[in-house]
């Protein structure tokens, strides 16, 4: 993303609320070269660390933009190498997140928090809420929610000593899982892509009977994008690490099975990233052997060359955080009077969305990733 920066929105912070017996402070002070040596760093307006020593918390918050809104992003649990690696982590998926919510038009900015741990040892439920008390610090400027190594029953546990988080269950005033509705927006993401490669209208309601789709990734999100590319009669190609997920979706969805690494050679109409970011660099792009790329898995570039690279071999690129904007859409609605219905519906307009893109991306010479960071640059500057 090119020519990118944090504009402030009335929901910038530049201080927060001390917590007894917690650290928390500006990131820029951890680090030799501050936040400048950081190449994902494009003037985040707030970018925190907190460290509780009774629970073992380790967190990095990385506001990008509230220009928008109060800023919506999940809390990630992994068990990062290095600070370094996780700030980096969180710098970037705020960026995308303020991007996401631009170009899918929801009043909210981008941010992210990171944990450092394991969440397959290291979860407890003082740790998160912990992580709450760090939330609430913020006075509303952050909203949390689930993410990569956290769950709804985490989120609950973080609601016990903050209000400020999303995407809780129906029964608890929230909107649900929201990757059921990630899943038909990627899943709109490919029909418009289809559509537009044919010259054909985009319909999110028809049939694909003579489309195959390599699916890489089975998680929550890659199976749901299965099963509506199944229903509306798609061949599908799938991979995961997971074994008894491949053969799950051989049993119930009639896939085709190949290994993880032989995912990136499958002849296909479209492969669909579904699992972790970065799968498309020089390597992997030189081998695909699909017209169309449009998947749900965040930062699926590798590096700035590789739009550019698609772009060269006729591969349409459907903008990642473009594609997988209906979980964020689908939290957008959270509150009294929720429906499921007008949540789809908003999610439905990706496909709209990305059609335009590709006209613009087409008319103007440049690529699909270029013209989405435009369009969500604009809708981000400041409103006089």
């Not at 996780?86 to 928090?113: E, N």
């Amino acid at each position: 993303m090119d020519d990118r920066e944090a504009i402030r929105g009335e929901e910038a912070l530049d201080e927060w609320q001390p917590v007894e017996g917690m650290r928390i402070v500006p990131a820029e002070t951890l680090f030799e070269g501050g936040l400048a040596s950081f190449p994902d760093y494009w003037e985040h307006e707030q970018v925190l660390y907190c460290e509780d020593e009774a629970s073992g918390l380790k967190s990095y918050l990385s506001i990008h933009s509230t220009v928008l809104g109060p800023c919506l992003g999940g809390c990630r649990m992994f068990p990062y190498a290095s600070d370094r690696e996780a700030l980096t982590d969180a710098l970037r998926l705020s960026l995308a997140m303020s991007y996401k919510h631009a170009v899918v038009d929801i009043a909210h900015g981008g941010a992210k928090a990171v944990i450092i741990g394991d969440p397959r040892t290291d979860k407890t439920p003082e740790l998160f809420r912990a992580f709450g008390r760090f939330v609430d610090a913020l006075g509303g400027a952050y909203i949390t929610g689930e993410d990569l190594g956290t769950s709804i029953e985490d989120v609950r546990i973080i609601g016990e000593t903050t209000s400020y988080i999303a995407g809780l269950p129906l029964e608890d005033g929230g909107s649900g899982d929201p990757s059921s509705v990630t899943a038909y927006g990627v899943f709109c993401a490919i029909q418009a892509s289809i559509a537009y490669t044919r010259g054909n209208p985009y319909n999110p309601k028809a049939g694909l009977p003579d489309i195959a789709v390599a699916v890489q990734g089975l998680g929550h999100v890659g199976w749901s994008v299965a099963e509506h590319l199944h229903a509306a009669g798609a061949r599908l190609i799938v991979c995961d690490i997971d074994a008894a997920k491949v053969a799950r979706a051989q049993e119930e969805l009639g896939a085709e099975a190949v290994g993880v690494d032989e995912i990136y050679d499958v002849e296909a109409d479209v492969f669909a990233p579904c699992a972790l970011g970065g799968v498309l660099n020089a390597d992997t792009v030189a081998r695909l052997r699909t017209p169309i790329v449009a998947g749900s898995a965040d930062n699926q570039l590798a590096d700035e060359r590789v739009p550019r690279m698609l772009q060269v071999m006729g591969i349409l690129y459907a903008p990642d955080y473009v594609a997988n904007g209906g979980g964020v859409i689908n939290v957008s609605y959270e509150g009294e009077g929720y429906s499921v219905e007008k949540a789809l519906q908003h999610t439905e307009h990706i496909g709209r969305t990305l059609i335009e893109i590709f006209h613009t991306a087409e008319r103007e010479g440049m690529t699909t990733a270029a013209v989405a960071d435009r369009m969500a640059g604009e809708r981000l500057a400041p409103r006089h």
